[in-house]
């Protein structure tokens, strides 16, 4: 079945650092979405990313989606100690039964140190 | 507007019990689904719904089963509880999309539901 790698599953930054955590799919992927899950709580819907290359930013957040669409990037510029969470990304293989379905990595856990 | 509303918040079970976790949406979403969380595993799909009177079987369904009996809700039941479900359990939703098109519609989660099997 469909596998998403991501890595680094741990990091942890100074408070001004950058951050990037990498996502790597087995097979082509129709889009990947990126969620952030704040310690005790729940995953939250950042971004989707569906074409070829992609690149879109939030602020500090720039998502990046490859060239055969199997792997994405997050990268967080100067980070905040606000950015401290659990980054998922999940991605969607194909089109047909199975796209009810994301396959989520299993995370990278970031601390900020003030 | 309270979302995704997960009931209970806690429960410990002994090996054996039943329980069913309750999940209701107030958004009128179409699809909803349910997810075990474990350290270092990421979030797995168990069971999920398109509709109303529909299920499907996830990533990890064994001894889970589950009822869309109202499009608000999302029932998830243990028949006989063992101590590898202990775990976190997320209900999410998300609004109908074409399965033609490239995109799927973003999920929304609950608050989640941390179930502990002695």
């Known amino acids: 079945g469909q596998q998403v790698m991501q890595i680094p599953q741990y990091q942890h930054v100074q408070e001004g650092e950058d951050f990037t955590t990498y996502c790597n799919s087995s097979t082509t992927l129709s889009n990947i979405q990126w969620y952030k899950q704040r310690p005790g709580g729940h995953p939250v819907f950042l971004i989707q990313?569906?074409?070829?290359?992609e690149v879109k930013k939030q602020k500090r957040l720039t998502f990046q989606f490859g060239e055969a669409k199997k792997n994405s990037s997050l990268h967080i510029t100067a980070t905040q100690t606000t950015d401290v969470g659990t980054y998922f990304c999940a991605g969607r293989a194909g089109s047909g039964a199975g796209s009810y379905q994301l396959t989520f990595g299993k995370g990278t856990k970031l601390s900020v140190i003030p | 507007n309270a979302g995704v509303t997960q009931t209970p918040k806690f429960r410990v079970l002994k090996t054996g019990q039943s329980m069913t976790l309750l999940c209701a949406q107030d958004m009128n979403h179409e699809y909803m689904y349910w997810y075990r969380q474990d350290p270092g595993m990421g979030l797995r799909l168990i069971h999920y719904?398109?509709?109303?009177?529909?299920?499907a079987k996830g990533e990890v369904p064994d001894g889970y089963n589950v009822s869309r009996l109202k499009k608000q809700n999302f029932l998830l039941g243990l028949e006989s509880a063992a101590p590898s479900q202990t775990s976190v359990y997320f209900c999410?939703?998300?609004?109908?999309?074409?399965?033609?098109?490239?995109?799927?519609?973003?999920?929304?989660f609950g608050n989640g539901t941390r179930l502990t099997v002695t």
């Open positions: 999410a939703s998300s609004a109908r999309f074409l399965r033609t098109t490239l995109y799927n519609s973003p999920l929304h």
């Open positions: 719904s398109v509709g109303e009177g529909t299920t």
């Open positions: 990313l569906v074409k070829s290359g």
